[in-house]
């Protein structure tokens, strides 16, 4: 039971993830971040060029890397190669379409 649990979260880290980002998004990073409406007219608490919108890059590039090794090792305890290699690749690919929706889908603009 622990392995198929294993074998699973890469898959459902992403998407618990990202609903609790987006609340923090909206309640802490855009304030301390500024929301990179306006680049030139940008200012935050921290007196930065960084925004929410570089650390949402940022953060779920990060995560998506992570992930990815992550079910790498997991992969090494499949035994049929086609196995392994499908479940990297779904993992990943899943991983890399949610990152590109959810930076382009929430940009603060």
Not at 57 to 80: D, Q
């Amino acid at each position: 039971m622990k392995k198929k649990i294993m074998t699973i979260m890469p898959i459902i880290i992403m998407p618990i993830f990202i609903p609790i980002y987006i609340i923090l998004d909206k309640l802490i990073l855009v304030d301390v971040f500024g929301c990179g409406c306006v680049p030139s007219t940008q200012t935050n608490m921290l007196n930065i060029p960084f925004n929410a919108n570089d650390l949402r890059v940022t953060v779920f590039s990060i995560l998506t890397i992570i992930l990815a090794i992550w079910s790498m090792v997991i992969a090494k305890s499949i035994k049929r190669k086609i196995v392994k290699v499908l479940y990297c690749f779904t993992v990943i690919l899943l991983d890399v379409i949610l990152t590109l929706w959810i930076v382009n889908a929430f940009m603060w603009a």
